[in-house]
């Protein structure tokens, strides 16, 4: 999917998401993970970077946080096919411990970049509620790098970026490492109730 909002330098205007330079983290991927699902879903689900499944397999969210969002979606009534999957950056970031390839938290510049595809995909999707999931997600929706996600989860009301709200909640692997079964639990509930109200509010509006 190439964004409308295209400029003239090539550096900056990549022909697709696999030749994208735009910053160095295509060079450690296997695959860019572009988004996935309805393509006039009303509804937009937004992680941060695929991880080590998704860079395999270049498609977003089908590995352990995968699964969990799926078992979350379930439980909130929202059919993973009627809704679009993506992420704030599109290649996964990892640092090897071992043999594994851990996750490493994508810089203020990569999201920035990437914000080249995410405005593309809400340009052509055009949801009318965005659900970020984690802290990183939620910057990059609002366009601001200090936001912090426990304040935006706390407002009464979704936050209005354009044309879409925003509504903001844990990202699944933070409910994967959370560290007893009761935050485990308080996490998994909150993802819940934010997918049934942004599920709620795009059928409404
Ligand atoms: N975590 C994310 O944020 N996105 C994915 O696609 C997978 C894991």
């Known amino acids: 999917m190439k964004p409308a909002h295209a400029q003239a330098d090539p550096q900056q205007e990549p022909e697709s998401l696999n030749a994208c330079r735009r910053c160095t983290l295509w060079r450690d991927a296997t695959h860019a993970v572009p988004g996935a699902g309805s393509a006039r879903a009303a509804l937009m689900l937004v992680g941060e970077q695929p991880g080590d499944s998704e860079d395999r397999a270049g498609l977003p969210f089908v590995g352990p946080a995968g699964a969990l969002l799926d078992a979350v979606l379930a439980e909130a009534g929202v059919q993973r096919k009627d809704v679009y999957v993506t992420n704030a950056v599109k290649h996964f970031k990892w640092e ?71 509504v903001a909640t844990w990202h699944p692997s933070y409910v994967l490492r959370a560290p007893s079964a009761e935050a485990r639990e308080a996490a998994r509930a909150h993802m819940v109730t934010a997918l049934r109200r942004a599920h709620a509010l795009a059928e409404k509006r």
């Open 96 to 166: 090897l411990r071992g043999k594994r390839r851990l996750h490493k938290t994508p810089a203020q510049r990569e999201v920035e970049a990437c914000a080249y595809w995410l405005e593309g995909e809400l340009a052509q999707v055009r949801p009318k509620v965005v659900v970020a999931l984690g802290a990183t997600a939620l910057r990059a929706l609002l366009h601001d790098p200090t936001a912090r996600l426990k304040v935006q989860m706390e407002q009464k009301q979704p936050a209005r970026v354009g044309d879409f709200l925003v």
